[in-house]
């Protein structure tokens, strides 16, 4: 048996595929990461609260992004034979399992928020700041788990560039949010880790807006 195909068109969708699902990965990670850049240079504590606080979030991520890669994997066969039904009910599990993540993680975060910090740090002016990211960064748990299994359900029906500019969107609206309202400009409060965490939000909020208005009315 043949390790390797000489059609091209097969070579040319996969890797198409793979760029476009590799820049989105990388976009959706970056959402993160600019929140650290741009909290770093208004102050220290500040910049290890936020991390801390994010450290939550990359368990979430972890977590759904496994079961979104089940989602994946289960429809792509379907998707194969063309069984729509069967793909249906497995993104509505994807999705009942993003509830359901998403709400513990908010839960958790609501009620413990000072025990849960303090198991990654005991710095009291990093907790302060931490506290105050986290209590904006909980409200988007649920649709940042919900946009993974949107996306995710996207990829397994070989729709991927979609993914990638919803997340450069998200990635655009979050560092303009961020610019001001971390540092006060054009008339915003200066909020420092709360301003973060308000513009992370605003982002979620779009991102999860924009997937479902597409998967309701255009897919």
Partial sequence: MALMTKDREFYKSFFTMV????????????????????????????????????????????????????????????????????????????VYLALGLGLLFTLATSLFPRPILLLLTADEAVIAEGLQY????????????????????????????????????????????NYVLIFGKVGAPRLGAAGAALATLAARVLEFLILLSYMLFVE
């Fill in 134 to 177: 986290l209590a904006v960064m909980r409200f988007s748990y649920v649709l940042s788990c919900l946009s993974i299994i949107f996306l995710s359900s996207m990829r397994s029906i070989e729709n991927v560039r979609i993914g990638t500019v919803v997340s450069f969107s998200t990635l655009l609206v979050n560092v303009c949010l």
């Fill in 19 to 94: 760029f476009f699902i590799a820049l989105q990965n990388l976009i959706v990670q970056s959402v993160n990461l600019a929140d650290n850049v741009m909290i770093g240079a208004y102050s220290e504590p500040a910049l290890s609260g936020v991390a801390i606080v994010n450290q939550i979030q990359f368990l979430l991520t972890m977590l759904i992004n496994g079961a979104g890669e089940g989602v994946v994997v289960l429809s792509a066969q379907y998707w194969g034979q063309k069984n729509t039904l069967s793909i249906k009910k497995i993104i509505g599990s994807g």
